[in-house]
């Protein structure tokens, strides 16, 4: 069965530090890879997407997430955080027909 | 707007009552999804479906049932409430089964507190 394992479960930072957020799955085979967002009091948005093609997948508001299939891991980083990144990220991973299993999430508090 | 609708967004219950989360959604789309996101955990599927009249457990389906009769909606049924059943629901949609190119839609949430 395909499991995602987020480590870092609440992250807070000052405004302008780096931010890498780590996920890591459990299957073997071609998987799609996702990082959703929830910002405080609002539902879950889809943030990034993997599907194939060049591992390192660029998004918005600088953020960047980087599929390495040795390391089975698919990290979110920021170079510099902003006080508006405050959220709850979740990682997800599908393996084509199977429904989207998510992570624990990540709690970000950015203080400013 | 387009999207997934869920009502209500805020129960609370005594235990042993039953009640009904509503969803709708008006894309379309095949697939629909109920998970429960509880601290510490993420979210956790409790049941899905494929099309209309086609439903089948995720991870976490007991003291739930689901059912759909049309495209547009999958209502989840908790038959008699337990305190361990609270929790944040999330309905959420997809064009078909497997078709990930954009994600689910997720709808705004149902927060259920069971006493």
């Known amino acids: 069965a395909q499991s995602v394992s987020q480590h870092n479960h609440h992250v807070i930072l000052s405004e302008a530090a780096s931010l890498e957020l780590g996920c890591n799955y459990s299957?073997?085979?071609?998987?799609?890879l996702f990082w959703y967002v929830q910002y405080p009091g609002q539902h879950l948005q889809l943030f990034l997407k993997?599907?194939?093609?060049?591992?390192l997948v660029k998004g918005i508001k600088g953020f960047e997430a980087e599929f390495i299939k040795s390391k089975f891991s698919f990290n979110l980083r920021k170079p510099s955080v902003q006080w508006s990144d405050t959220a709850e990220y979740f990682c997800?991973?599908?393996?084509?027909?199977?429904?989207?299993?998510f992570g624990s999430g990540t709690r970000l508090q950015v203080q400013p | 707007n387009a999207g997934v609708t869920q009502t209500p967004k805020f129960q609370v219950l005594k235990t042993g009552q039953s009640m009904t989360l509503q969803c709708a959604q008006d894309?379309?789309?095949?697939?629909m999804s109920w998970y429960r996101q509880d601290p510490g955990m993420g979210l956790r599927l409790i049941h899905y479906?494929?099309?209309?009249?086609?439903?089948d457990q995720g991870e976490v389906p007991n003291g739930y049932n689901v059912s759909r009769s049309t495209t547009e909606d999958f209502p989840l049924r908790l038959l008699s409430a337990a305190p361990s059943q609270t929790s944040v629901y999330f309905c959420?949609?997809?064009?078909?089964?497997?078709?990930?190119?954009?994600?689910?839609?997720f709808g705004s949430g149902t927060r259920l507190t069971v006493v």
């Open positions: 479906s494929v099309g209309a009249g086609i439903t």
């Open positions: 894309m379309n789309h095949e697939y």
């Open positions: 959420a949609s997809s064009p078909r089964r497997g078709d990930n190119r954009y994600g689910y839609t």
């Open positions: 997800a991973v599908t393996t084509g027909r199977r429904a989207l299993t």
């Open positions: 993997y599907f194939s093609g060049d591992p």
């Open positions: 299957y073997g085979g071609t998987v799609n």
